[in-house]
């Protein structure tokens, strides 16, 4: 795929070149120009790339921030800032977008997410693999700060579950799961071999009102609040009392841009755990019925689905994070709940008035 990229050429500009990625002080709005990075996000048309490209483009600019994909953008996401088409398997043409755009953050989220890596491993394997490798090389060659996500899905059976802490036996069971721990490591091998500034979290389950879920083992949790609203009966295909750590999208994509601009200095980590609330399928769904006492829940229970958050944690030990760099949740359960159906049914009530 690639010849005679490899990082090694690089590594003294690496240095010098890190001075001028941009790092704004936390807590300002928005910064100055000069201290602006100008930010790559792949795989930006799932369920979190748009939030984050909307959080980063009021603080950073909107011209400062491409959304890529290898999708169409619906019209809203297509006049709202920059959009390109970008295939992190395609090496030469990543490179030549990040050189042409003078990229100096990269946000990796392009990915196969768990359920659907268990039926094509194959696909995710040359997407969560290959594809972190020409990004790990092109971050490294220019230079770049990297972001790449990690999930609760890259810890398994054997690992401690309640809590799960930072370091620990890691052995997941899926494609997924294990493509996620190589990405971890890797990044952190680059980091030290090479300087990579590589930045990594592990979100939970993550909770959002106008994004759709990806084809996760935590999708039920989102497709709740819609079924809710819409019929008031949902069919959960995870059993009633699967505890899993989850978050409102507000808090990950607020996690996302604070962990980015925390000064290197003060990660003592490079991948760090970031909890906010775990729940179950019968706790989320009394919590809605508070307000929609008429929904009723059924459980089909999927067979992959089940083992795969079986063996995922039922709560993520987050000390380091708040100790490093300040992570502080702001959305418990009932405050998710409040946020999602308020989202959820003003969503309705627009697309019926239309
Ligand atoms: N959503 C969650 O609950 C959650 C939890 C933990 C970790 N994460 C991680 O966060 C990241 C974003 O998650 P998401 O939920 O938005 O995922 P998603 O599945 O909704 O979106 C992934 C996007 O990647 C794109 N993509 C696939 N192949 C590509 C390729 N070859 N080149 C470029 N783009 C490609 C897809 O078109 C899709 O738009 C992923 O890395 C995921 O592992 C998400």
């Known amino acids: 795929m690639h010849a005679g990229n490899r990082p090694h050429s690089s590594v003294a500009r690496l240095t010098s070149s890190m001075r001028g ?19 790559l996000i792949t795989g930006g048309l799932g369920q979190l790339g748009v939030g984050l490209a909307k959080l980063l483009r009021r603080r950073f600019g909107e011209n400062n921030v491409i959304l890529s994909d290898i999708r ?27 050189v042409n755009n003078n990229v100096s953050w990269l946000v990796h989220y392009a990915a196969v997410l768990s359920a659907v890596g268990e039926n094509n491993v194959a696909l995710a394997k040359e997407v969560n693999i290959t594809g972190l490798h020409n990004v790990l090389d092109i971050a490294t060659e220019h230079g770049l700060r990297l972001f790449v ?3 609760i899905g890259a810890f398994g059976p054997s690992s401690p579950r309640d809590p799960t802490p930072d370091l620990c036996v890691q052995r997941p069971r899926t494609i997924y799961g294990v493509s996620k721990v190589h990405a971890e490591l890797m990044g952190e091998y680059y980091h030290h071999r090479y300087g990579l500034d590589f ?3 592990r979100y939970p389950g993550i909770i959002s009102a106008d994004s759709e879920p990806g084809g996760g083992t935590t999708d039920y949790a989102v497709q709740i609040f819609h079924a809710a609203v819409k019929s008031g009966l949902f069919e959960c295909n995870l059993r009633s009392d699967t505890q899993l750590p989850m ?20 990660l003592l980590n490079r991948t760090y755990n970031i909890h906010a609330m775990s729940f179950t399928p019968h706790g989320l769904a009394q919590e ?67």
Not at 21 to 39: E, L, N, Q, T
Not at 247 to 266: K, N, Q, S
Request: proline share 6%; charged share 25%; net charge negative.
């Open 21 to 39: 990625v941009g790092s704004c002080a936390s807590g300002a709005s928005s910064c100055a120009d000069a201290d602006r990075p100008k930010v």
């Open 72 to 98: 169409k953008p619906p019209n809203h996401v297509y006049h709202h800032g920059p959009f390109i088409f970008s295939d992190v398997l395609d090496y030469t043409s990543l490179r030549e977008t990040v």
């Open 149 to 151: 996500p990690s999930t």
């Open 199 to 201: 930045r990594c979290l």
């Open 247 to 266: 978050m409102y999208i507000d808090d990950c994509l607020r996690a996302t841009l604070e962990f980015l601009e925390a000064p290197a200095e003060t």
């Open 288 to 354: 809605i019925q508070r307000v929609l006492p008429d929904l009723k829940v059924t459980y089909n229970v999927d067979a992959v689905r089940q083992a795969i958050a079986d063996g995922w944690p039922m709560a993520l030990e987050d000390t380091a994070a708040r100790r490093d760099w300040g992570w502080k949740h702001e959305y418990d359960l009932a405050e998710l709940v409040q946020a999602v159906l308020a989202h959820v049914t003003t969503g309705n009530q627009l697309a019926r008035a239309h």
